[in-house]
């Protein structure tokens, strides 16, 4: 049975869909910044609360490392921010929800770019609590010790998610396109994205979605990081993941516990013949 979050968000789809014409309107001609409007006006500020921030520009760590240029940055209104008159901000890390990378056609080229924005976010240095701390220096197994660190990073740091008005229609492509962003980074040096959480959340595309393994979306193999499916109902995956973070971002670190994540996984399950292996290594 579908869900009062599957309905709205269902058909909230079809409503944007109808507006922008996805795959028409949006990939002839359409600046980076009216696809981004569009999509702050329209998707988000019709479900994020008010005590969250919608901006754009880069976020910041303790040490002054800045990420790549954000499309759009979700924000803690309690914590403080640098303003410019631009409108490109900057943002400390440890009051950004989440960080969006909208593209009005998303292909290989501009998913590689958007992934690399993501991983940009993502290794900024992030002051864990005090609490978490403890754990981990009580912890002797320095793999053990990441393995903590990069489990709070991943359901507590900044999600990041990238959004395709047009794009991937073939689940298969899109997989591939990922898989080889992956190979660069992982010959760069970097950790395996298992134990390291450097994919975003979500990558949603014209009909194809990628869903990356977490507390939320949960895969049942150890190995398993990553599915590739084609779906046409894809929006509710982002919406419902972005309202967990929210949830737990907010002051009382709210579980929303009526989000259909067994449908979720239900609908992929559902799409399995479509779908492609999931992404793993060994």
């Not at 980076?32 to 969250?52: H, M, Q, T, V, Y």
């Not at 990441?146 to 991937?168: M, W």
């Not at 393994?213 to 949960?218: A, L, Y």
């Amino acid at each position: 049975m579908r869900t009062l979050y599957s309905q709205w968000f269902d058909n909230l789809q079809e409503v944007l869909e109808k507006e922008s014409n996805f795959a028409e309107t949006l990939k002839h001609g359409t600046t980076k910044g009216s696809a981004r409007e569009f999509f702050i006006k329209r998707f988000l500020e019709s479900f994020i609360p008010d005590f969250i921030h919608i901006g754009t520009g880069q976020v910041v760590d303790i040490t002054g490392t800045r990420s790549k240029q954000i499309d759009i940055i979700l924000f803690d209104k309690s914590m403080p921010y640098l303003k410019f008159p631009s409108g490109e901000n900057l943002y400390p890390v440890e009051g950004v929800i989440a960080s969006i990378e909208v593209k009005s056609t998303l292909d290989k080229k501009e998913l590689h770019k958007a992934l690399d924005n993501c991983e940009s976010v993502i290794r900024l240095g992030y002051r864990i609590p005090e609490d978490i701390n403890q754990i981990i220096d009580k912890e002797s197994d320095p793999n053990k010790k990441a393995k903590i660190e990069n489990t709070f990073l991943s359901n507590y740091g900044p999600s990041t998610y990238i959004f395709g008005f047009s794009g991937y229609k073939s689940s298969k492509g899109l997989r591939s396109s990922v898989t080889s962003w992956l190979d660069k980074y992982m010959k760069k040096g970097n950790p395996c994205p298992i134990e390291y959480p450097a994919l975003p959340k979500i990558i949603l595309a014209e009909g194809t979605l990628g869903i990356i393994k977490d507390e939320f979306n949960k895969f049942k193999s150890h190995n398993e990081i990553a599915t590739f499916i084609k779906i046409k109902k894809n929006l509710i995956f982002l919406g419902c993941h972005l309202l967990d973070r929210v949830g737990k971002f907010s002051k009382n670190r709210i579980i929303i516990d009526s989000l259909p994540q067994d449908e979720l996984m239900n609908r992929i399950d559902q799409n399995s013949l479509s779908s492609n292996p999931l992404l793993q290594f060994t």
